[in-house]
C-alpha cells in the first residue's frame, strides 16, 4: 500500500483565495482525520470521519474551513477565503483500529497565503 | 505551562549512545499512549505504543515506560543512529473521549550528534 496520500505536497496562493487540500486514505481505512501543525500550536486536530461520516469537527477554526468526505478513498479540505494566518502544514491520517488509535499519516500539505 | 509559540525541548546526544525522551500527560482515562517520530518535511510516522495496563513494552531499540502513578511516558532509544535526529511526539488515545482523535504533546527535538 502507497500510504496515506496527500496533494498537493505545497501550495502558495494569496488571500482571499479558495484553497483545496485533497487526500487518500490507506485502503481499508474506515477513519480519516485532519490535523493542522504549526510552530505556535503544534498538531492540532480539525475534524475527522467515520465512514465517511464527520464525526468531530470541533477543532476547526471557523466556517472558513470545511470537509468532505464522498467515498471511502477521499476527502478535501477546503479554506474560503483563505487568511494568511491559515499558513500551515495540514495532514490527513487514517486509521482502522480506534482503540489502539494508531493513525497513519500522510507527507502534509504545506499552505502559504500571502 | 505552555509558553507562547512553541519552543520545542532538544536532547542532543552522541551517535550510539542510548537517548531518552519524556513526556507527561494529564488525563489519567487515557488508554493508550504512542510515540510517533517526525523527520523533517515529513508527517508523524508511528514507532510504538502501550496500553494503560502496562508498565513497560520493547521494540527494535525503542522501549517505552509508563508511569501511570505521576502520569510519565519515556521513550528509550538504544545505541542512536543518525537517521534518529526527529521531532518525536507521545499521543493520547483518550477512552471515551468526545473525539477518536490523538492528543498530542508538543514534541522534542532529538539531535544526534556524529
Not at chain 1, 40 to 66: H, T
Not at chain 2, 87 to 102: H, K, P, Q, S, T
Request: glycine residues 10%; hydrophobic residues 35%.
Amino acid at each position: 500500500d502507497a500510504g496515506v496520500i496527500q496533494s498537493p505536497r505545497h501550495e502558495v496562493t494569496e488571500m482571499g483565495q479558495e484553497v483545496t487540500l485533497r487526500c487518500k486514505p490507506i485502503s481499508g481505512h474506515d477513519y480519516l482525520f485532519w490535523y493542522r501543525q504549526t510552530m505556535m500550536r503544534g498538531l492540532e486536530l480539525l475534524i475527522y470521519f467515520n465512514n465517511n461520516v464527520p464525526i468531530d469537527d470541533s477543532g476547526m477554526p471557523e466556517d472558513r474551513f470545511s470537509a468532505k468526505m464522498p467515498n471511502a478513498s477521499f476527502s478535501t479540505l477546503k479554506i474560503q477565503p483563505s487568511e494568511p494566518r491559515d499558513s500551515a502544514v495540514y495532514f490527513c491520517a487514517s486509521s482502522f483500529d480506534r482503540g489502539r488509535g494508531i493513525q497513519y499519516f500522510g507527507a502534509g500539505t504545506r499552505l502559504s497565503v500571502l | 505551562g505552555e509558553s507562547v509559540g512553541l519552543h520545542l525541548p532538544t536532547l542532543s546526544v552522541q551517535e550510539g549512545d542510548n537517548s531518552i525522551i519524556n513526556c507527561a500527560y494529564s488525563n489519567s482515562a487515557s488508554d493508550y499512549f504512542i510515540w510517533y517520530k517526525q523527520e523533517s518535511g515529513k508527517g508523524p510516522q508511528f514507532i510504538i505504543d502501550i496500553r494503560s495496563n502496562m508498565d513497560k513494552r520493547q521494540g527494535q531499540r525503542v522501549t517505552v515506560l509508563l508511569n501511570k502513578t505521576v502520569k510519565h511516558l519515556s521513550l528509550q532509544i538504544a545505541a542512536t543512529q543518525p537517521g534518529d535526529s526527529a521531532v518525536y511526539f507521545c499521543a493520547e488515545n483518550i477512552r471515551g473521549g468526545g473525539a477518536d482523535g490523538l492528543t498530542f504533546g508538543k514534541g522534542t527535538h532529538l539531535i544526534i550528534q556524529p
